[in-house]
């Protein structure tokens, strides 16, 4: 995937940790929301931690991340630093779902217009969401108290060495693109069945997991017209070895796989995300979807068969 040198980035959306209220709620990992939490899933399968329960009491500062401003301005940028290549698929994601025609028209039915993630937060070692402590030891999640996404950078390389994903921009922005699906699900009040139902094959959670890495591939395919405020392209050239780093990704963090990796056997019962291979088989419909229908992962009987 080649990134634009010269397109401006826009890190108004972005924001770092910080902020204090009395609120407490559920952080998305495990039981059912996010990607990223596969070192939390880790330990969890091994009796190392329980994500589960936690809670907190820190929201994101509003106003974007001065930090991130100084230092994240251009696409080339964007192409040396973790953090403004985020920056950089937060503006494409934003673009690519402001101007969805499906989204547009349903919430319109329903008397509603789209609204982004109220921030995406880049931040290392650790910060406050209103669903908990962030961390690299949690990684990427979809608070919906917050509505914001938290994504530690350093988290990658631990998605790497211990579960052998490869390393590429397409499969880091496929990251981001799966939280930002979990905030369009929550848009729909489809987010909710995770909570639900969240534990199964065939479960609320495994079925808003896929579904958002189906969205993930919506954005994929139509990566490369998303612009700047300029209408200067943000990224260009998707190419096939960009989407199989992108397919490996969705399956390093398949439940089977980091089951195996734990040590110990294949349980769907236990399953909150999705089976390595229904991960890639959703990522994929989503390259191929013509509308935001063909991701309904609660159209089918089962959602791991596909």
């Known amino acids: 995937m080649s990134i634009n040198d010269n397109a ?6 972005m924001g770092g940790g910080g902020g204090r209220t009395g609120g407490r709620g559920p952080m998305l990992a495990g039981g059912g929301g996010a990607l990223g939490l596969v070192v939390a899933v880790i330990l969890v399968l091994t009796g190392n931690g329980d994500v589960l329960t936690s809670g907190g009491d820190g929201q994101p500062t509003a106003g974007g991340d001065d930090r991130l401003t100084h230092k994240c301005r251009t696409g080339a ?10 920056v950089l698929g937060e503006n494409s994601l ?14 319109s039915e329903a008397g ?28 990427p999640f979809y608070c919906p108290l917050d509505e914001s996404i938290f994504i530690d950078t350093d988290f990658f390389d631990l998605m790497e060495r211990r579960l052998g994903a490869e390393d590429g921009t397409l499969a880091e922005l496929y ?29 609320g959670a495994v079925r808003v997991e896929l579904m958002a890495d189906c969205f993930a591939g919506m954005w994929i395919r139509g ?3 998303t612009t700047d405020a300029e209408g200067r392209p943000l990224l260009t050239d998707v190419t096939e070895a960009d989407v199989r780093n992108a ?30 291979r229904a991960r890639q088989a959703w990522l994929l419909r989503g390259m191929g979807a013509e509308s935001i229908t063909a991701c309904d992962t609660f159209a089918v009987a089962e959602p791991n068969a596909v």
């Open 8 to 13: 401006s980035l826009d890190t108004s959306r």
């Open 77 to 86: 940028d964007a192409a040396q630093d973790r953090e403004c290549l985020m």
């Open 94 to 107: 934003h673009d690519f779902w402001s101007s969805q025609p499906d989204l547009a028209r349903d919430l």
């Open 112 to 139: 509603a217009d789209f609204r982004g993630p109220r921030q995406v937060v880049v931040y290392r070692g650790r910060t406050q969401s209103q669903c908990g402590t962030a961390s690299n030891q949690i990684g």
């Open 175 to 203: 990251v981001l693109a799966h939280e930002y699906g979990h905030h369009v699900e929550n848009v729909y009040g489809v987010l909710e069945e995770a909570q639900k139902d969240p534990q199964g094959p065939s479960s």
């Open 223 to 225: 990566a490369t017209r």
């Open 247 to 276: 397919m490996g990704a969705a399956k390093a963090v398949g439940d089977d796989e980091i089951q195996k990796k734990s040590g110990g056997g294949v349980d769907p019962e236990a399953w909150t995300h999705g089976s390595a």
